[in-house]
């Protein structure tokens, strides 16, 4: 079974630009959430997506945004870029969001770096 | 707002020694995930604990449950340079949604 993918794994933009980040789960998987990854937070969750709703949704601001797809795709975006925003961008998929466990199986991730 | 401290942050020893890495929150959590993540990829997950006082091992890895489900610990016995990688704990409670909270990671580097 082919594992999470995500594209694309690197991306350069500039102070202000927009970004699309893009994520397919497990075949099966229909439970989708987005983490940032920095050396100073670590790990922080984003959203969670689950049948083309969001779920669950951590604390960044509006400019963080996400939709899943009828095939369980994933995208999210993230507008009006800052410098702060450039770390790496996780996608994990699980078998079915409410379950006790939540396993999480992750792709590569994107690092975005906003110059 | 539930949160995981780990401990320590950051682990360096010589090939064959045991390390321990402690996650410890003052939430209960209803489980519980190891993950190892290494450079350039996404964490990977070793283990999940649910059981208060659980107790899983996976070679030389063990994985131990709090009683009270606040804490957890791993311990390496006889650590390889492969088990090189940051350590991150996890844990989800249906109180939050099922959403997982994540410690801040243990880096450990295993030298030859």
């Known amino acids: 079974k082919a594992g999470v993918t995500q594209t694309p794994r690197y991306l350069i933009k500039t102070r202000g630009q927009q970004v699309t980040l893009s994520c397919s789960p497990i075949s099966g998987h229909r439970s989708v959430s987005w983490y940032q990854q920095t050396p100073g937070q670590g790990l922080q969750f984003l959203f969670e997506y689950f049948s083309e709703t969001q779920r669950n949704k951590g604390n960044f601001p509006g400019r963080f945004s996400g939709r899943q797809f009828s095939n369980s795709r994933s995208e999210m975006n993230v507008s009006t870029l800052e410098l702060g925003d450039s770390a790496l961008y996780l996608c994990?998929?699980?078998?079915?969001?409410?379950?006790?466990?939540?396993?999480?199986?992750f792709g590569p991730g994107t690092r975005l770096t906003v110059l | 707002t539930q949160l995981l401290e780990q401990s320590p942050q950051f682990l360096s020893i010589q090939e064959g020694e045991n390390l321990t890495v402690y996650c410890n929150s003052s939430s209960v959590f209803s489980s519980l995930q190891w993950y190892r993540q290494e450079p350039g990829e996404g964490p990977v997950l070793l283990v999940t604990?649910?059981?208060?006082?659980e107790v899983k091992k996976l070679k030389r890895l063990t994985f131990q449950f709090g009683d009270a489900r606040k804490d957890s610990s791993l311990h390496i016995t006889a650590a390889q340079t492969g088990d090189t990688g940051l350590y991150l704990c996890?844990?989800?409670?249906?109180?939050?949604?099922?959403?997982?909270?994540f410690g801040g990671g243990t880096r450990v580097l295993v030298k030859p």
């Open positions: 994990a998929s699980s078998v079915l969001a409410g379950n006790s466990y939540n396993e999480q199986f």
């Open positions: 604990v649910v059981t208060g006082g």
């Open positions: 996890a844990g989800s409670s249906k109180a939050a949604g099922n959403k997982l909270t």
